[in-house]
């Protein structure tokens, strides 16, 4: 592949990505407020994570602060992330498959971090002895993350083809899913052990990138191996794989959304109570004009609402 | 019988169940409860019940007003309500509610399956496919991709996701819906946070708000007669104030001192809302509380403006128009006595609904602060205004943890202190806490019992519950020790009422239970004659 | 909705027996039930409770609690089990031909 169409590729997939990942986040974001609908454990109520305790469990809440732990949610989401806790505890027979899967995943993308840096250190033309030990990094970072992550994907499929209780429930994009990164694994290990210096490659071959130089290239495995990741990197956005992105909303912004209303909330809420309802029930009473207010509040006597 | 069941067979041979209940592939229980033929059979339907009533589940029947069509053209006209009501559900207008947390959960489950294994109802029944959270999600996640997206039909059929939406696919819905506790153990469990108890929620939801579909006793019967004429229960203003007149002068005598309920005291600092069943059904639970708000000097009063007398919301199982209605109605009441606080009675739901998933529909004034029955109880007992002797409490004590009240408010520790201090027999049971199982009868299936709904629940929804409360019990089984089975919420008394005739628990363990207001009322030095009375009088 | 006979009529029940039109009720539709529950002689003391149970839920709209039935009829629970097979809450108000309490009851 000539030089100028790696630069095109490269970038296109990496824009792509980006732009699909950041179209779907906003959408998520923009989703209007809701009703309040947390989970015990909560870790950001401070003292009380032992047993999932929160601020309602303290005498009239309502005139003291709210007591947050800011580190607390970090925490519990890197276990998560990173030892898949959740898993461990209520599916153990699928936790070793899907770590050994996940953990792929991340030295994979340790790799590509060193890679850069490795980019960089070549074109600052640092002495070999300091870029030798990231050239080295990568290399272990690389061999330890194409063999699990391989390992990891051939096991997922395995187990979603074999076993009763998964089969009934997949579709053809589970698997394809899992073939793909199988396949993105595969390439990765195969450029590994039939490249001579696997590390070096990778690193010159982002330093060309980088340098926007038209001479890049890559020899046929890694070639291969970049060619099945670009590919990745497009489609991974348009599927469910970005829970990665997702996870942050469904943790943060609703079962660990337990804030009492503030100012901002209220006029929100305003807005969205101001909506008209078109439910045909005829408990409703909905007319298509007729708001959330309207339809759920009955005058009183004694004072307007605000 | 276990035909392996597949998510497309919801689609076909409607007229007859997918599956049914065979006890011996339910998970065991232990002695004495271990002899199938020394337990209630399971009641099927009559004859003419299976020609009347749509039963094409799993043989049992929650709702026999479901509306038999004559005509296909009637069928269609029900299917494509349902889908008009799918897209409202994903209109920001119709559904700003949930809308996020839906659409998150519609999106994003991996189906790994992890959540089955903490369904209480999905382990009991045996691992019956029916009653796996995902079967019931991944059904209504295909029908919500296929028709309320663009481009879905033609996905579905690619992707080997395709169900046929007809006649049979929502009626199943529409009952599987109600097979759910809303308990959220399988939130727990999911790794991306999808919510299964949310989706079946928002299916009831979809049935209610559109087609008027809902069981009799949650809507008709139920918040519908609740906003009329004060409860679900029928209770009356004037019925509710004779009642508790009767009751103050009964256990005035019962007691020794003088009990006396306050009504409508304007500018009293607290609102206490109890549940208008307990009055009936469960009187000495209300009655503690006054007692011990009066011994502790606490300015408090009941409403008996509709329908500040009846804390229930059944609105939080199954409609957020009915949710909003009963909440609002309730901050109103709270506004204009001009109290400080709002407390609750003992109910999980009720709690629910008024401090956390209403909160957000209370805007302006009528966001009056509202506290929880277990910290209000705390305070007083510690507060030494009350002098108590733990040893009044002398018998083996466990714990119930309603899922509304700990799981989804965090509220845990509360009525743990005031146990081990009041309960020197207290005995956690294995899992408590947040990780508790649900009685059976939550999201508001206790008080549903049309047909043979009650037979479902004590055998399959209840099931490990039972199982729960011997083993906590485990060191003294005998019926000649008499225990005391805590259980805070009046939805889980009334399916504890049903698990324990059924079981005859009372009779074959010596098993009671109770709600909290009278361990600490039993506790109390100054009544001399026991409050708990073991169910003999 | 489901139909019953009891002695010689056809009436409106839920799934569970009940009936549905009370004011179709008659004395005879009370003995009718009982015999369904193997209670052959419909007594005094079962009619006191009968009488009492559908007088309260005419004027009240619900049926009494059973701290009142007792304390107005003079019998105590296992008295009650013993009238009535399935129970006051069961059998005392579907022979007094009041609907099934809805609600937490």
């Keep these: 592949m000539s030089g100028i169409v790696w630069h095109i590729f490269v970038f296109a997939a990496i824009l792509i990505f980006l732009i699909v990942a950041t179209y779907r986040t906003l959408a998520i974001i923009r989703l209007p407020i809701h009703l309040r609908w947390e989970l015990a454990p909560i870790p950001h109520e401070k003292g009380k994570q032992r047993y999932g305790g929160s601020y309602l469990e303290d005498y009239e809440w309502w005139k003291k602060p709210q007591r947050r732990s800011w580190i607390a949610p970090i925490i519990y989401m890197v276990i998560e992330i990173f030892l898949l806790r959740a898993i461990w505890r209520h599916n153990r027979a699928l936790w070793p498959l899907t770590l050994a899967f996940h953990t792929g995943i991340y030295l994979i993308v340790g790799m590509l971090f060193f890679s850069l840096v490795s980019a960089v250190l070549i074109i600052a033309e640092v002495p070999p002895s300091v870029l030798n030990v990231f050239l080295a990094i990568v290399s272990v970072l690389a061999a330890a993350g194409y063999l699990l992550g391989g390992l990891g994907a051939i096991s997922l499929i395995l187990k979603r083809a074999l076993d009763s209780g998964l089969r009934s429930f997949n579709t053809f994009s589970k698997y394809f899913n899992l073939v793909f990164l199988g396949a993105l694994f ?121 | 019988m276990k035909k392996k069941l597949k998510l497309t067979d919801i689609a076909k041979d409607g007229d007859r169940p997918l599956t049914e209940i065979n006890l011996d592939e339910l998970v065991p229980l232990p002695p004495p409860y271990d002899k199938i033929e020394e337990l209630p059979a399971f009641k099927q339907l009559t004859p003419d019940q299976q020609e009347r009533l749509i039963c094409n589940l799993d043989g049992v029947v929650s709702y026999a007003a479901l509306p038999k069509p004559k005509t296909k053209k009637e069928e269609k006209r029900y299917v494509e309500q349902f889908v008009s009501g799918l897209k409202k559900l994903l209109s920001k207008e119709n559904n700003w509610t949930f809308l996020q947390p839906l659409l998150l959960s519609i999106d994003y489950c991996a189906q790994c399956q992890t959540c089955c294994d903490a369904c209480p109802i999905y382990l009991a029944s045996g691992k019956n496919e029916i009653y796996r959270p995902t079967y019931r999600s991944e059904v209504f996640r295909r029908l919500v991709k296929k028709y309320g997206r663009p481009g879905g039909k033609l996905w579905a059929k690619l992707n080997g996701e395709d169900i046929e939406l007809n006649w049979a696919t929502i009626t199943r819905l529409y009952e599987l819906s109600y097979r759910c506790n809303l308990c959220r153990r399988c939130t727990l469990s999911c790794p991306m946070g999808v919510d299964n108890a949310l989706i079946a929620r928002e299916i009831r939801k979809l049935f209610s708000q559109e087609l008027g579909w809902a069981p009799k006793e949650l809507h008709e019967k139920g918040t519908m007669l609740q906003l009329e004429v004060g409860s679900p229960t029928g ?172 799981r989804n408010l965090g509220v845990v520790e509360p009525q743990r202190r005031i146990l081990r201090y009041l309960c020197p027999q207290f005995r956690e049971m294995t899992p408590h806490g947040i990780d508790n199982y649900c009685c059976g009868g939550g999201g508001g299936l206790s008080v549903m019992s049309d047909v043979n709904f009650t037979d479902w629940k004590a055998h399959v929804a209840g099931r490990l519950k039972l199982k729960q409360i011997l083993e906590a019990f485990a060191d003294q089984p005998g019926p000649e020790v008499k225990k005391y089975m805590c259980a805070p919420c009046l939805n889980c008394k009334l399916q504890f009422r049903d698990l324990f005739e059924y079981y005859r628990v009372k009779e074959k363990s010596g098993i009671i239970f109770g709600g909290l207001g009278e361990l600490a009322v039993n506790a109390m030095a100054i009544i001399k004659k026991p409050f708990i009375t073991w169910g003999e009088r | 909705m489901a139909q019953m006979e009891l002695a010689g009529n056809m009436y409106e029940v839920d799934e569970n027996g009940f009936m549905q039109e009370t004011a179709r009720w008659t004395e005879d539709v009370a003995r009718a039930y009982a015999a369904k529950e193997g209670v052959n002689e419909v007594t005094e003391d079962h009619w006191t409770a009968v009488n009492y149970l559908r007088s309260y839920y005419l004027e009240n709209g619900i049926c009494p609690m059973i701290r009142r039935l007792i304390k107005v009829t003079g019998f105590n629970l296992s008295r009650l089990y013993e009238l009535f097979p399935e129970g006051p809450a069961q059998s005392a108000c579907k022979w007094a031909g009041v609907p099934k309490p809805t609600g937490c009851v």
């Excluded at chain 1, 209220?266 to 959330?292: M, Y």
């Excluded at chain 1, 509040?297 to 605000?306: I, L, P, R, V």
């Excluded at chain 2, 500040?308 to 199982?317: R, S, T």
């Excluded at chain 2, 602060?369 to 002098?387: A, C, D, Y």
């Design chain 1, 186 to 306: 595969t390439s990765g290990a195969y450029a590994w052990f039939s490249l001579g210096d696997f590390a070096s490659e990778m690193s010159l071959f982002i330093k060309g990138l980088i340098t926007l130089d038209a001479g890049i290239a890559a020899s046929f495995p890694l070639s291969l191996h970049i060619v099945i990741s670009l590919l990745f990197l497009i489609y991974l956005p348009f599927t469910d794989m970005i829970h990665f992105i997702a996870k942050y909303f469904t943790y943060h912004e609703v079962r660990w959304d337990d804030r009492p209303q503030d100012e901002r909330m209220k006029k929100e809420l305003r807005r969205l109570l101001s909506q008209p309802v078109s439910w045909s029930a005829p408990h409703v009473k909905a007319d298509g004009k007729k708001n959330w207010i309207d339809l759920t509040t009955k005058k009183t006597n004694d004072e307007k609402e605000a």
């Design chain 2, 235 to 406: 209770l009356r203003p004037h019925v509710a104030i004779d009642n508790f007149k009767f009751l103050d002068e009964e256990f005035s005598e019962a007691t020794g001192i003088k009990v006396s309920t306050p009504w409508d005291k304007k500018g009293a600092d607290v609102l206490f809302i109890h549940s208008a069943g307990d009055i009936i059904s469960f009187p000495e639970g209300p009655i503690s509380f006054s007692i011990l708000l009066n011994a502790a000097g606490i300015s408090w009063t009941l409403s008996s403006e509709i329908p500040g007398y009846d804390g229930v919301n059944y609105g939080v199982f199954y409609d957020d128009v009915q949710l909003a209605k009963v909440a609002i109605r309730h901050a109103q009441i709270g506004r204009k006595l001009g109290v400080k606080k709002i407390v609750m009675g003992e109910c999980g739901h009720q709690h629910k609904a008024l401090l956390t998933v209403a909160d957000r529909v209370l805007t302006g004034d009528l966001d009056i602060p509202r506290e929880n029955v277990m910290t209000f109880l705390e305070n007083i007992v510690f507060s030494g205004k009350i002098k108590f002797d733990p040893s009044k409490n002398d018998f083996p004590v466990t714990l119930h943890d309603p899922c509304n009240l700990v």
